[in-house]
């Protein structure tokens, strides 16, 4: 049975940083592309950033530069480091694991498997 156990959120205010963590088991955790995607209140889920298998990253605009995704396959961990947040950085954030994709995508149809997610508050 695949598990993602998201931790890492909290609330700050704007210009701080927080740092998320999602621990995988019950999958070849390091043959699968990993992301990270979040849910403001009355929004539609949207991807943050990806990881692929060979370490290449995607990023959605809104965060590029001020977010950064790693993956540590020796701990079934995936990252994600949030740095200059925004109040409209306030959202529930989830981890997602591929049961088939390599490369890094924000395509939310690749993955069937997800964290029960995490709430980032950013403050003004």
């Known amino acids: 049975q695949v598990q993602l156990a998201e931790s890492g959120g909290g609330s700050v205010q704007a210009g701080g940083s927080l740092r998320l963590s999602c621990i995988a088991s019950?999958?070849?955790?390091?043959?699968?592309?990993m992301g990270w995607f979040r849910q403001a209140p009355g929004k539609e889920r949207e991807g943050v950033a990806s990881?692929?298998?060979?370490?290449?990253?995607t990023y959605a605009p809104s965060v590029k530069g001020r977010f950064t995704i790693s993956r540590d396959d020796a701990k079934n961990t995936l990252y994600l480091e949030m740095n200059s947040l925004k109040p409209e950085d306030t959202a529930t954030y989830y981890c997602a694991a591929s049961a088939y994709a390599r490369k890094a995508t924000l395509t939310q149809t690749y993955y069937p498997y997800w964290g029960q997610g995490t709430q980032v508050t950013v403050s003004s």
């Open positions: 990881v692929g298998t060979g370490g290449s990253t």
């Open positions: 019950g999958i070849s955790y390091g043959g699968n592309c």
